[in-house]
C-alpha cells in the first residue's frame, strides 16, 4: 500500500474592496502577511504561507519595507509565495 504525505499550505485570499474600502482591505492584508511570516521566522519555521495576489504583496512592503529582506529569504527558501494574480 502507497503512503501519501499531505502538506496543507495556508494562503490568503481576501477580496479588495468587497467587504470594506480598499484602504481597510490593505491594513487587514498587511496584517494577514505579517502575522504569517513572523512566525516562520521565529517559532515555526516549517511553516509555509502563500499571499494570493501580487498586489497584496506589493503594499505590504511599501507598508513595511523592513520586511524586503526577509521576504526576499523566505521566497528563495520556498517558505513564502507570492502569486501572480493582481487585484484592483
Known amino acids: 500500500m502507497k503512503r501519501w504525505r499531505f502538506f496543507i499550505v495556508p494562503g490568503s485570499h481576501f477580496d479588495l474592496g468587497w467587504c470594506s474600502t480598499p484602504a481597510e482591505a490593505f491594513a487587514y492584508c498587511?496584517?494577514?502577511?505579517?502575522?504569517?511570516?513572523?512566525?516562520?521566522?521565529?517559532?515555526?519555521?516549517?511553516?509555509?504561507?502563500?499571499?494570493?495576489?501580487?498586489?497584496?504583496?506589493?503594499?505590504?512592503?511599501?507598508?513595511?519595507?523592513?520586511?524586503?529582506?526577509?521576504?526576499?529569504?523566505?521566497i528563495a527558501e520556498s517558505k513564502l509565495a507570492d502569486t501572480a494574480l493582481w487585484s484592483r
Open 30 to 74: 498587511d496584517e494577514v502577511i505579517r502575522n504569517g511570516i513572523d512566525p516562520i521566522l521565529s517559532t515555526h519555521p516549517g511553516f509555509r504561507f502563500t499571499v494570493e495576489y501580487a498586489r497584496f504583496m506589493w503594499h505590504f512592503l511599501d507598508t513595511y519595507p523592513d520586511y524586503r529582506e526577509r521576504v526576499r529569504k523566505l
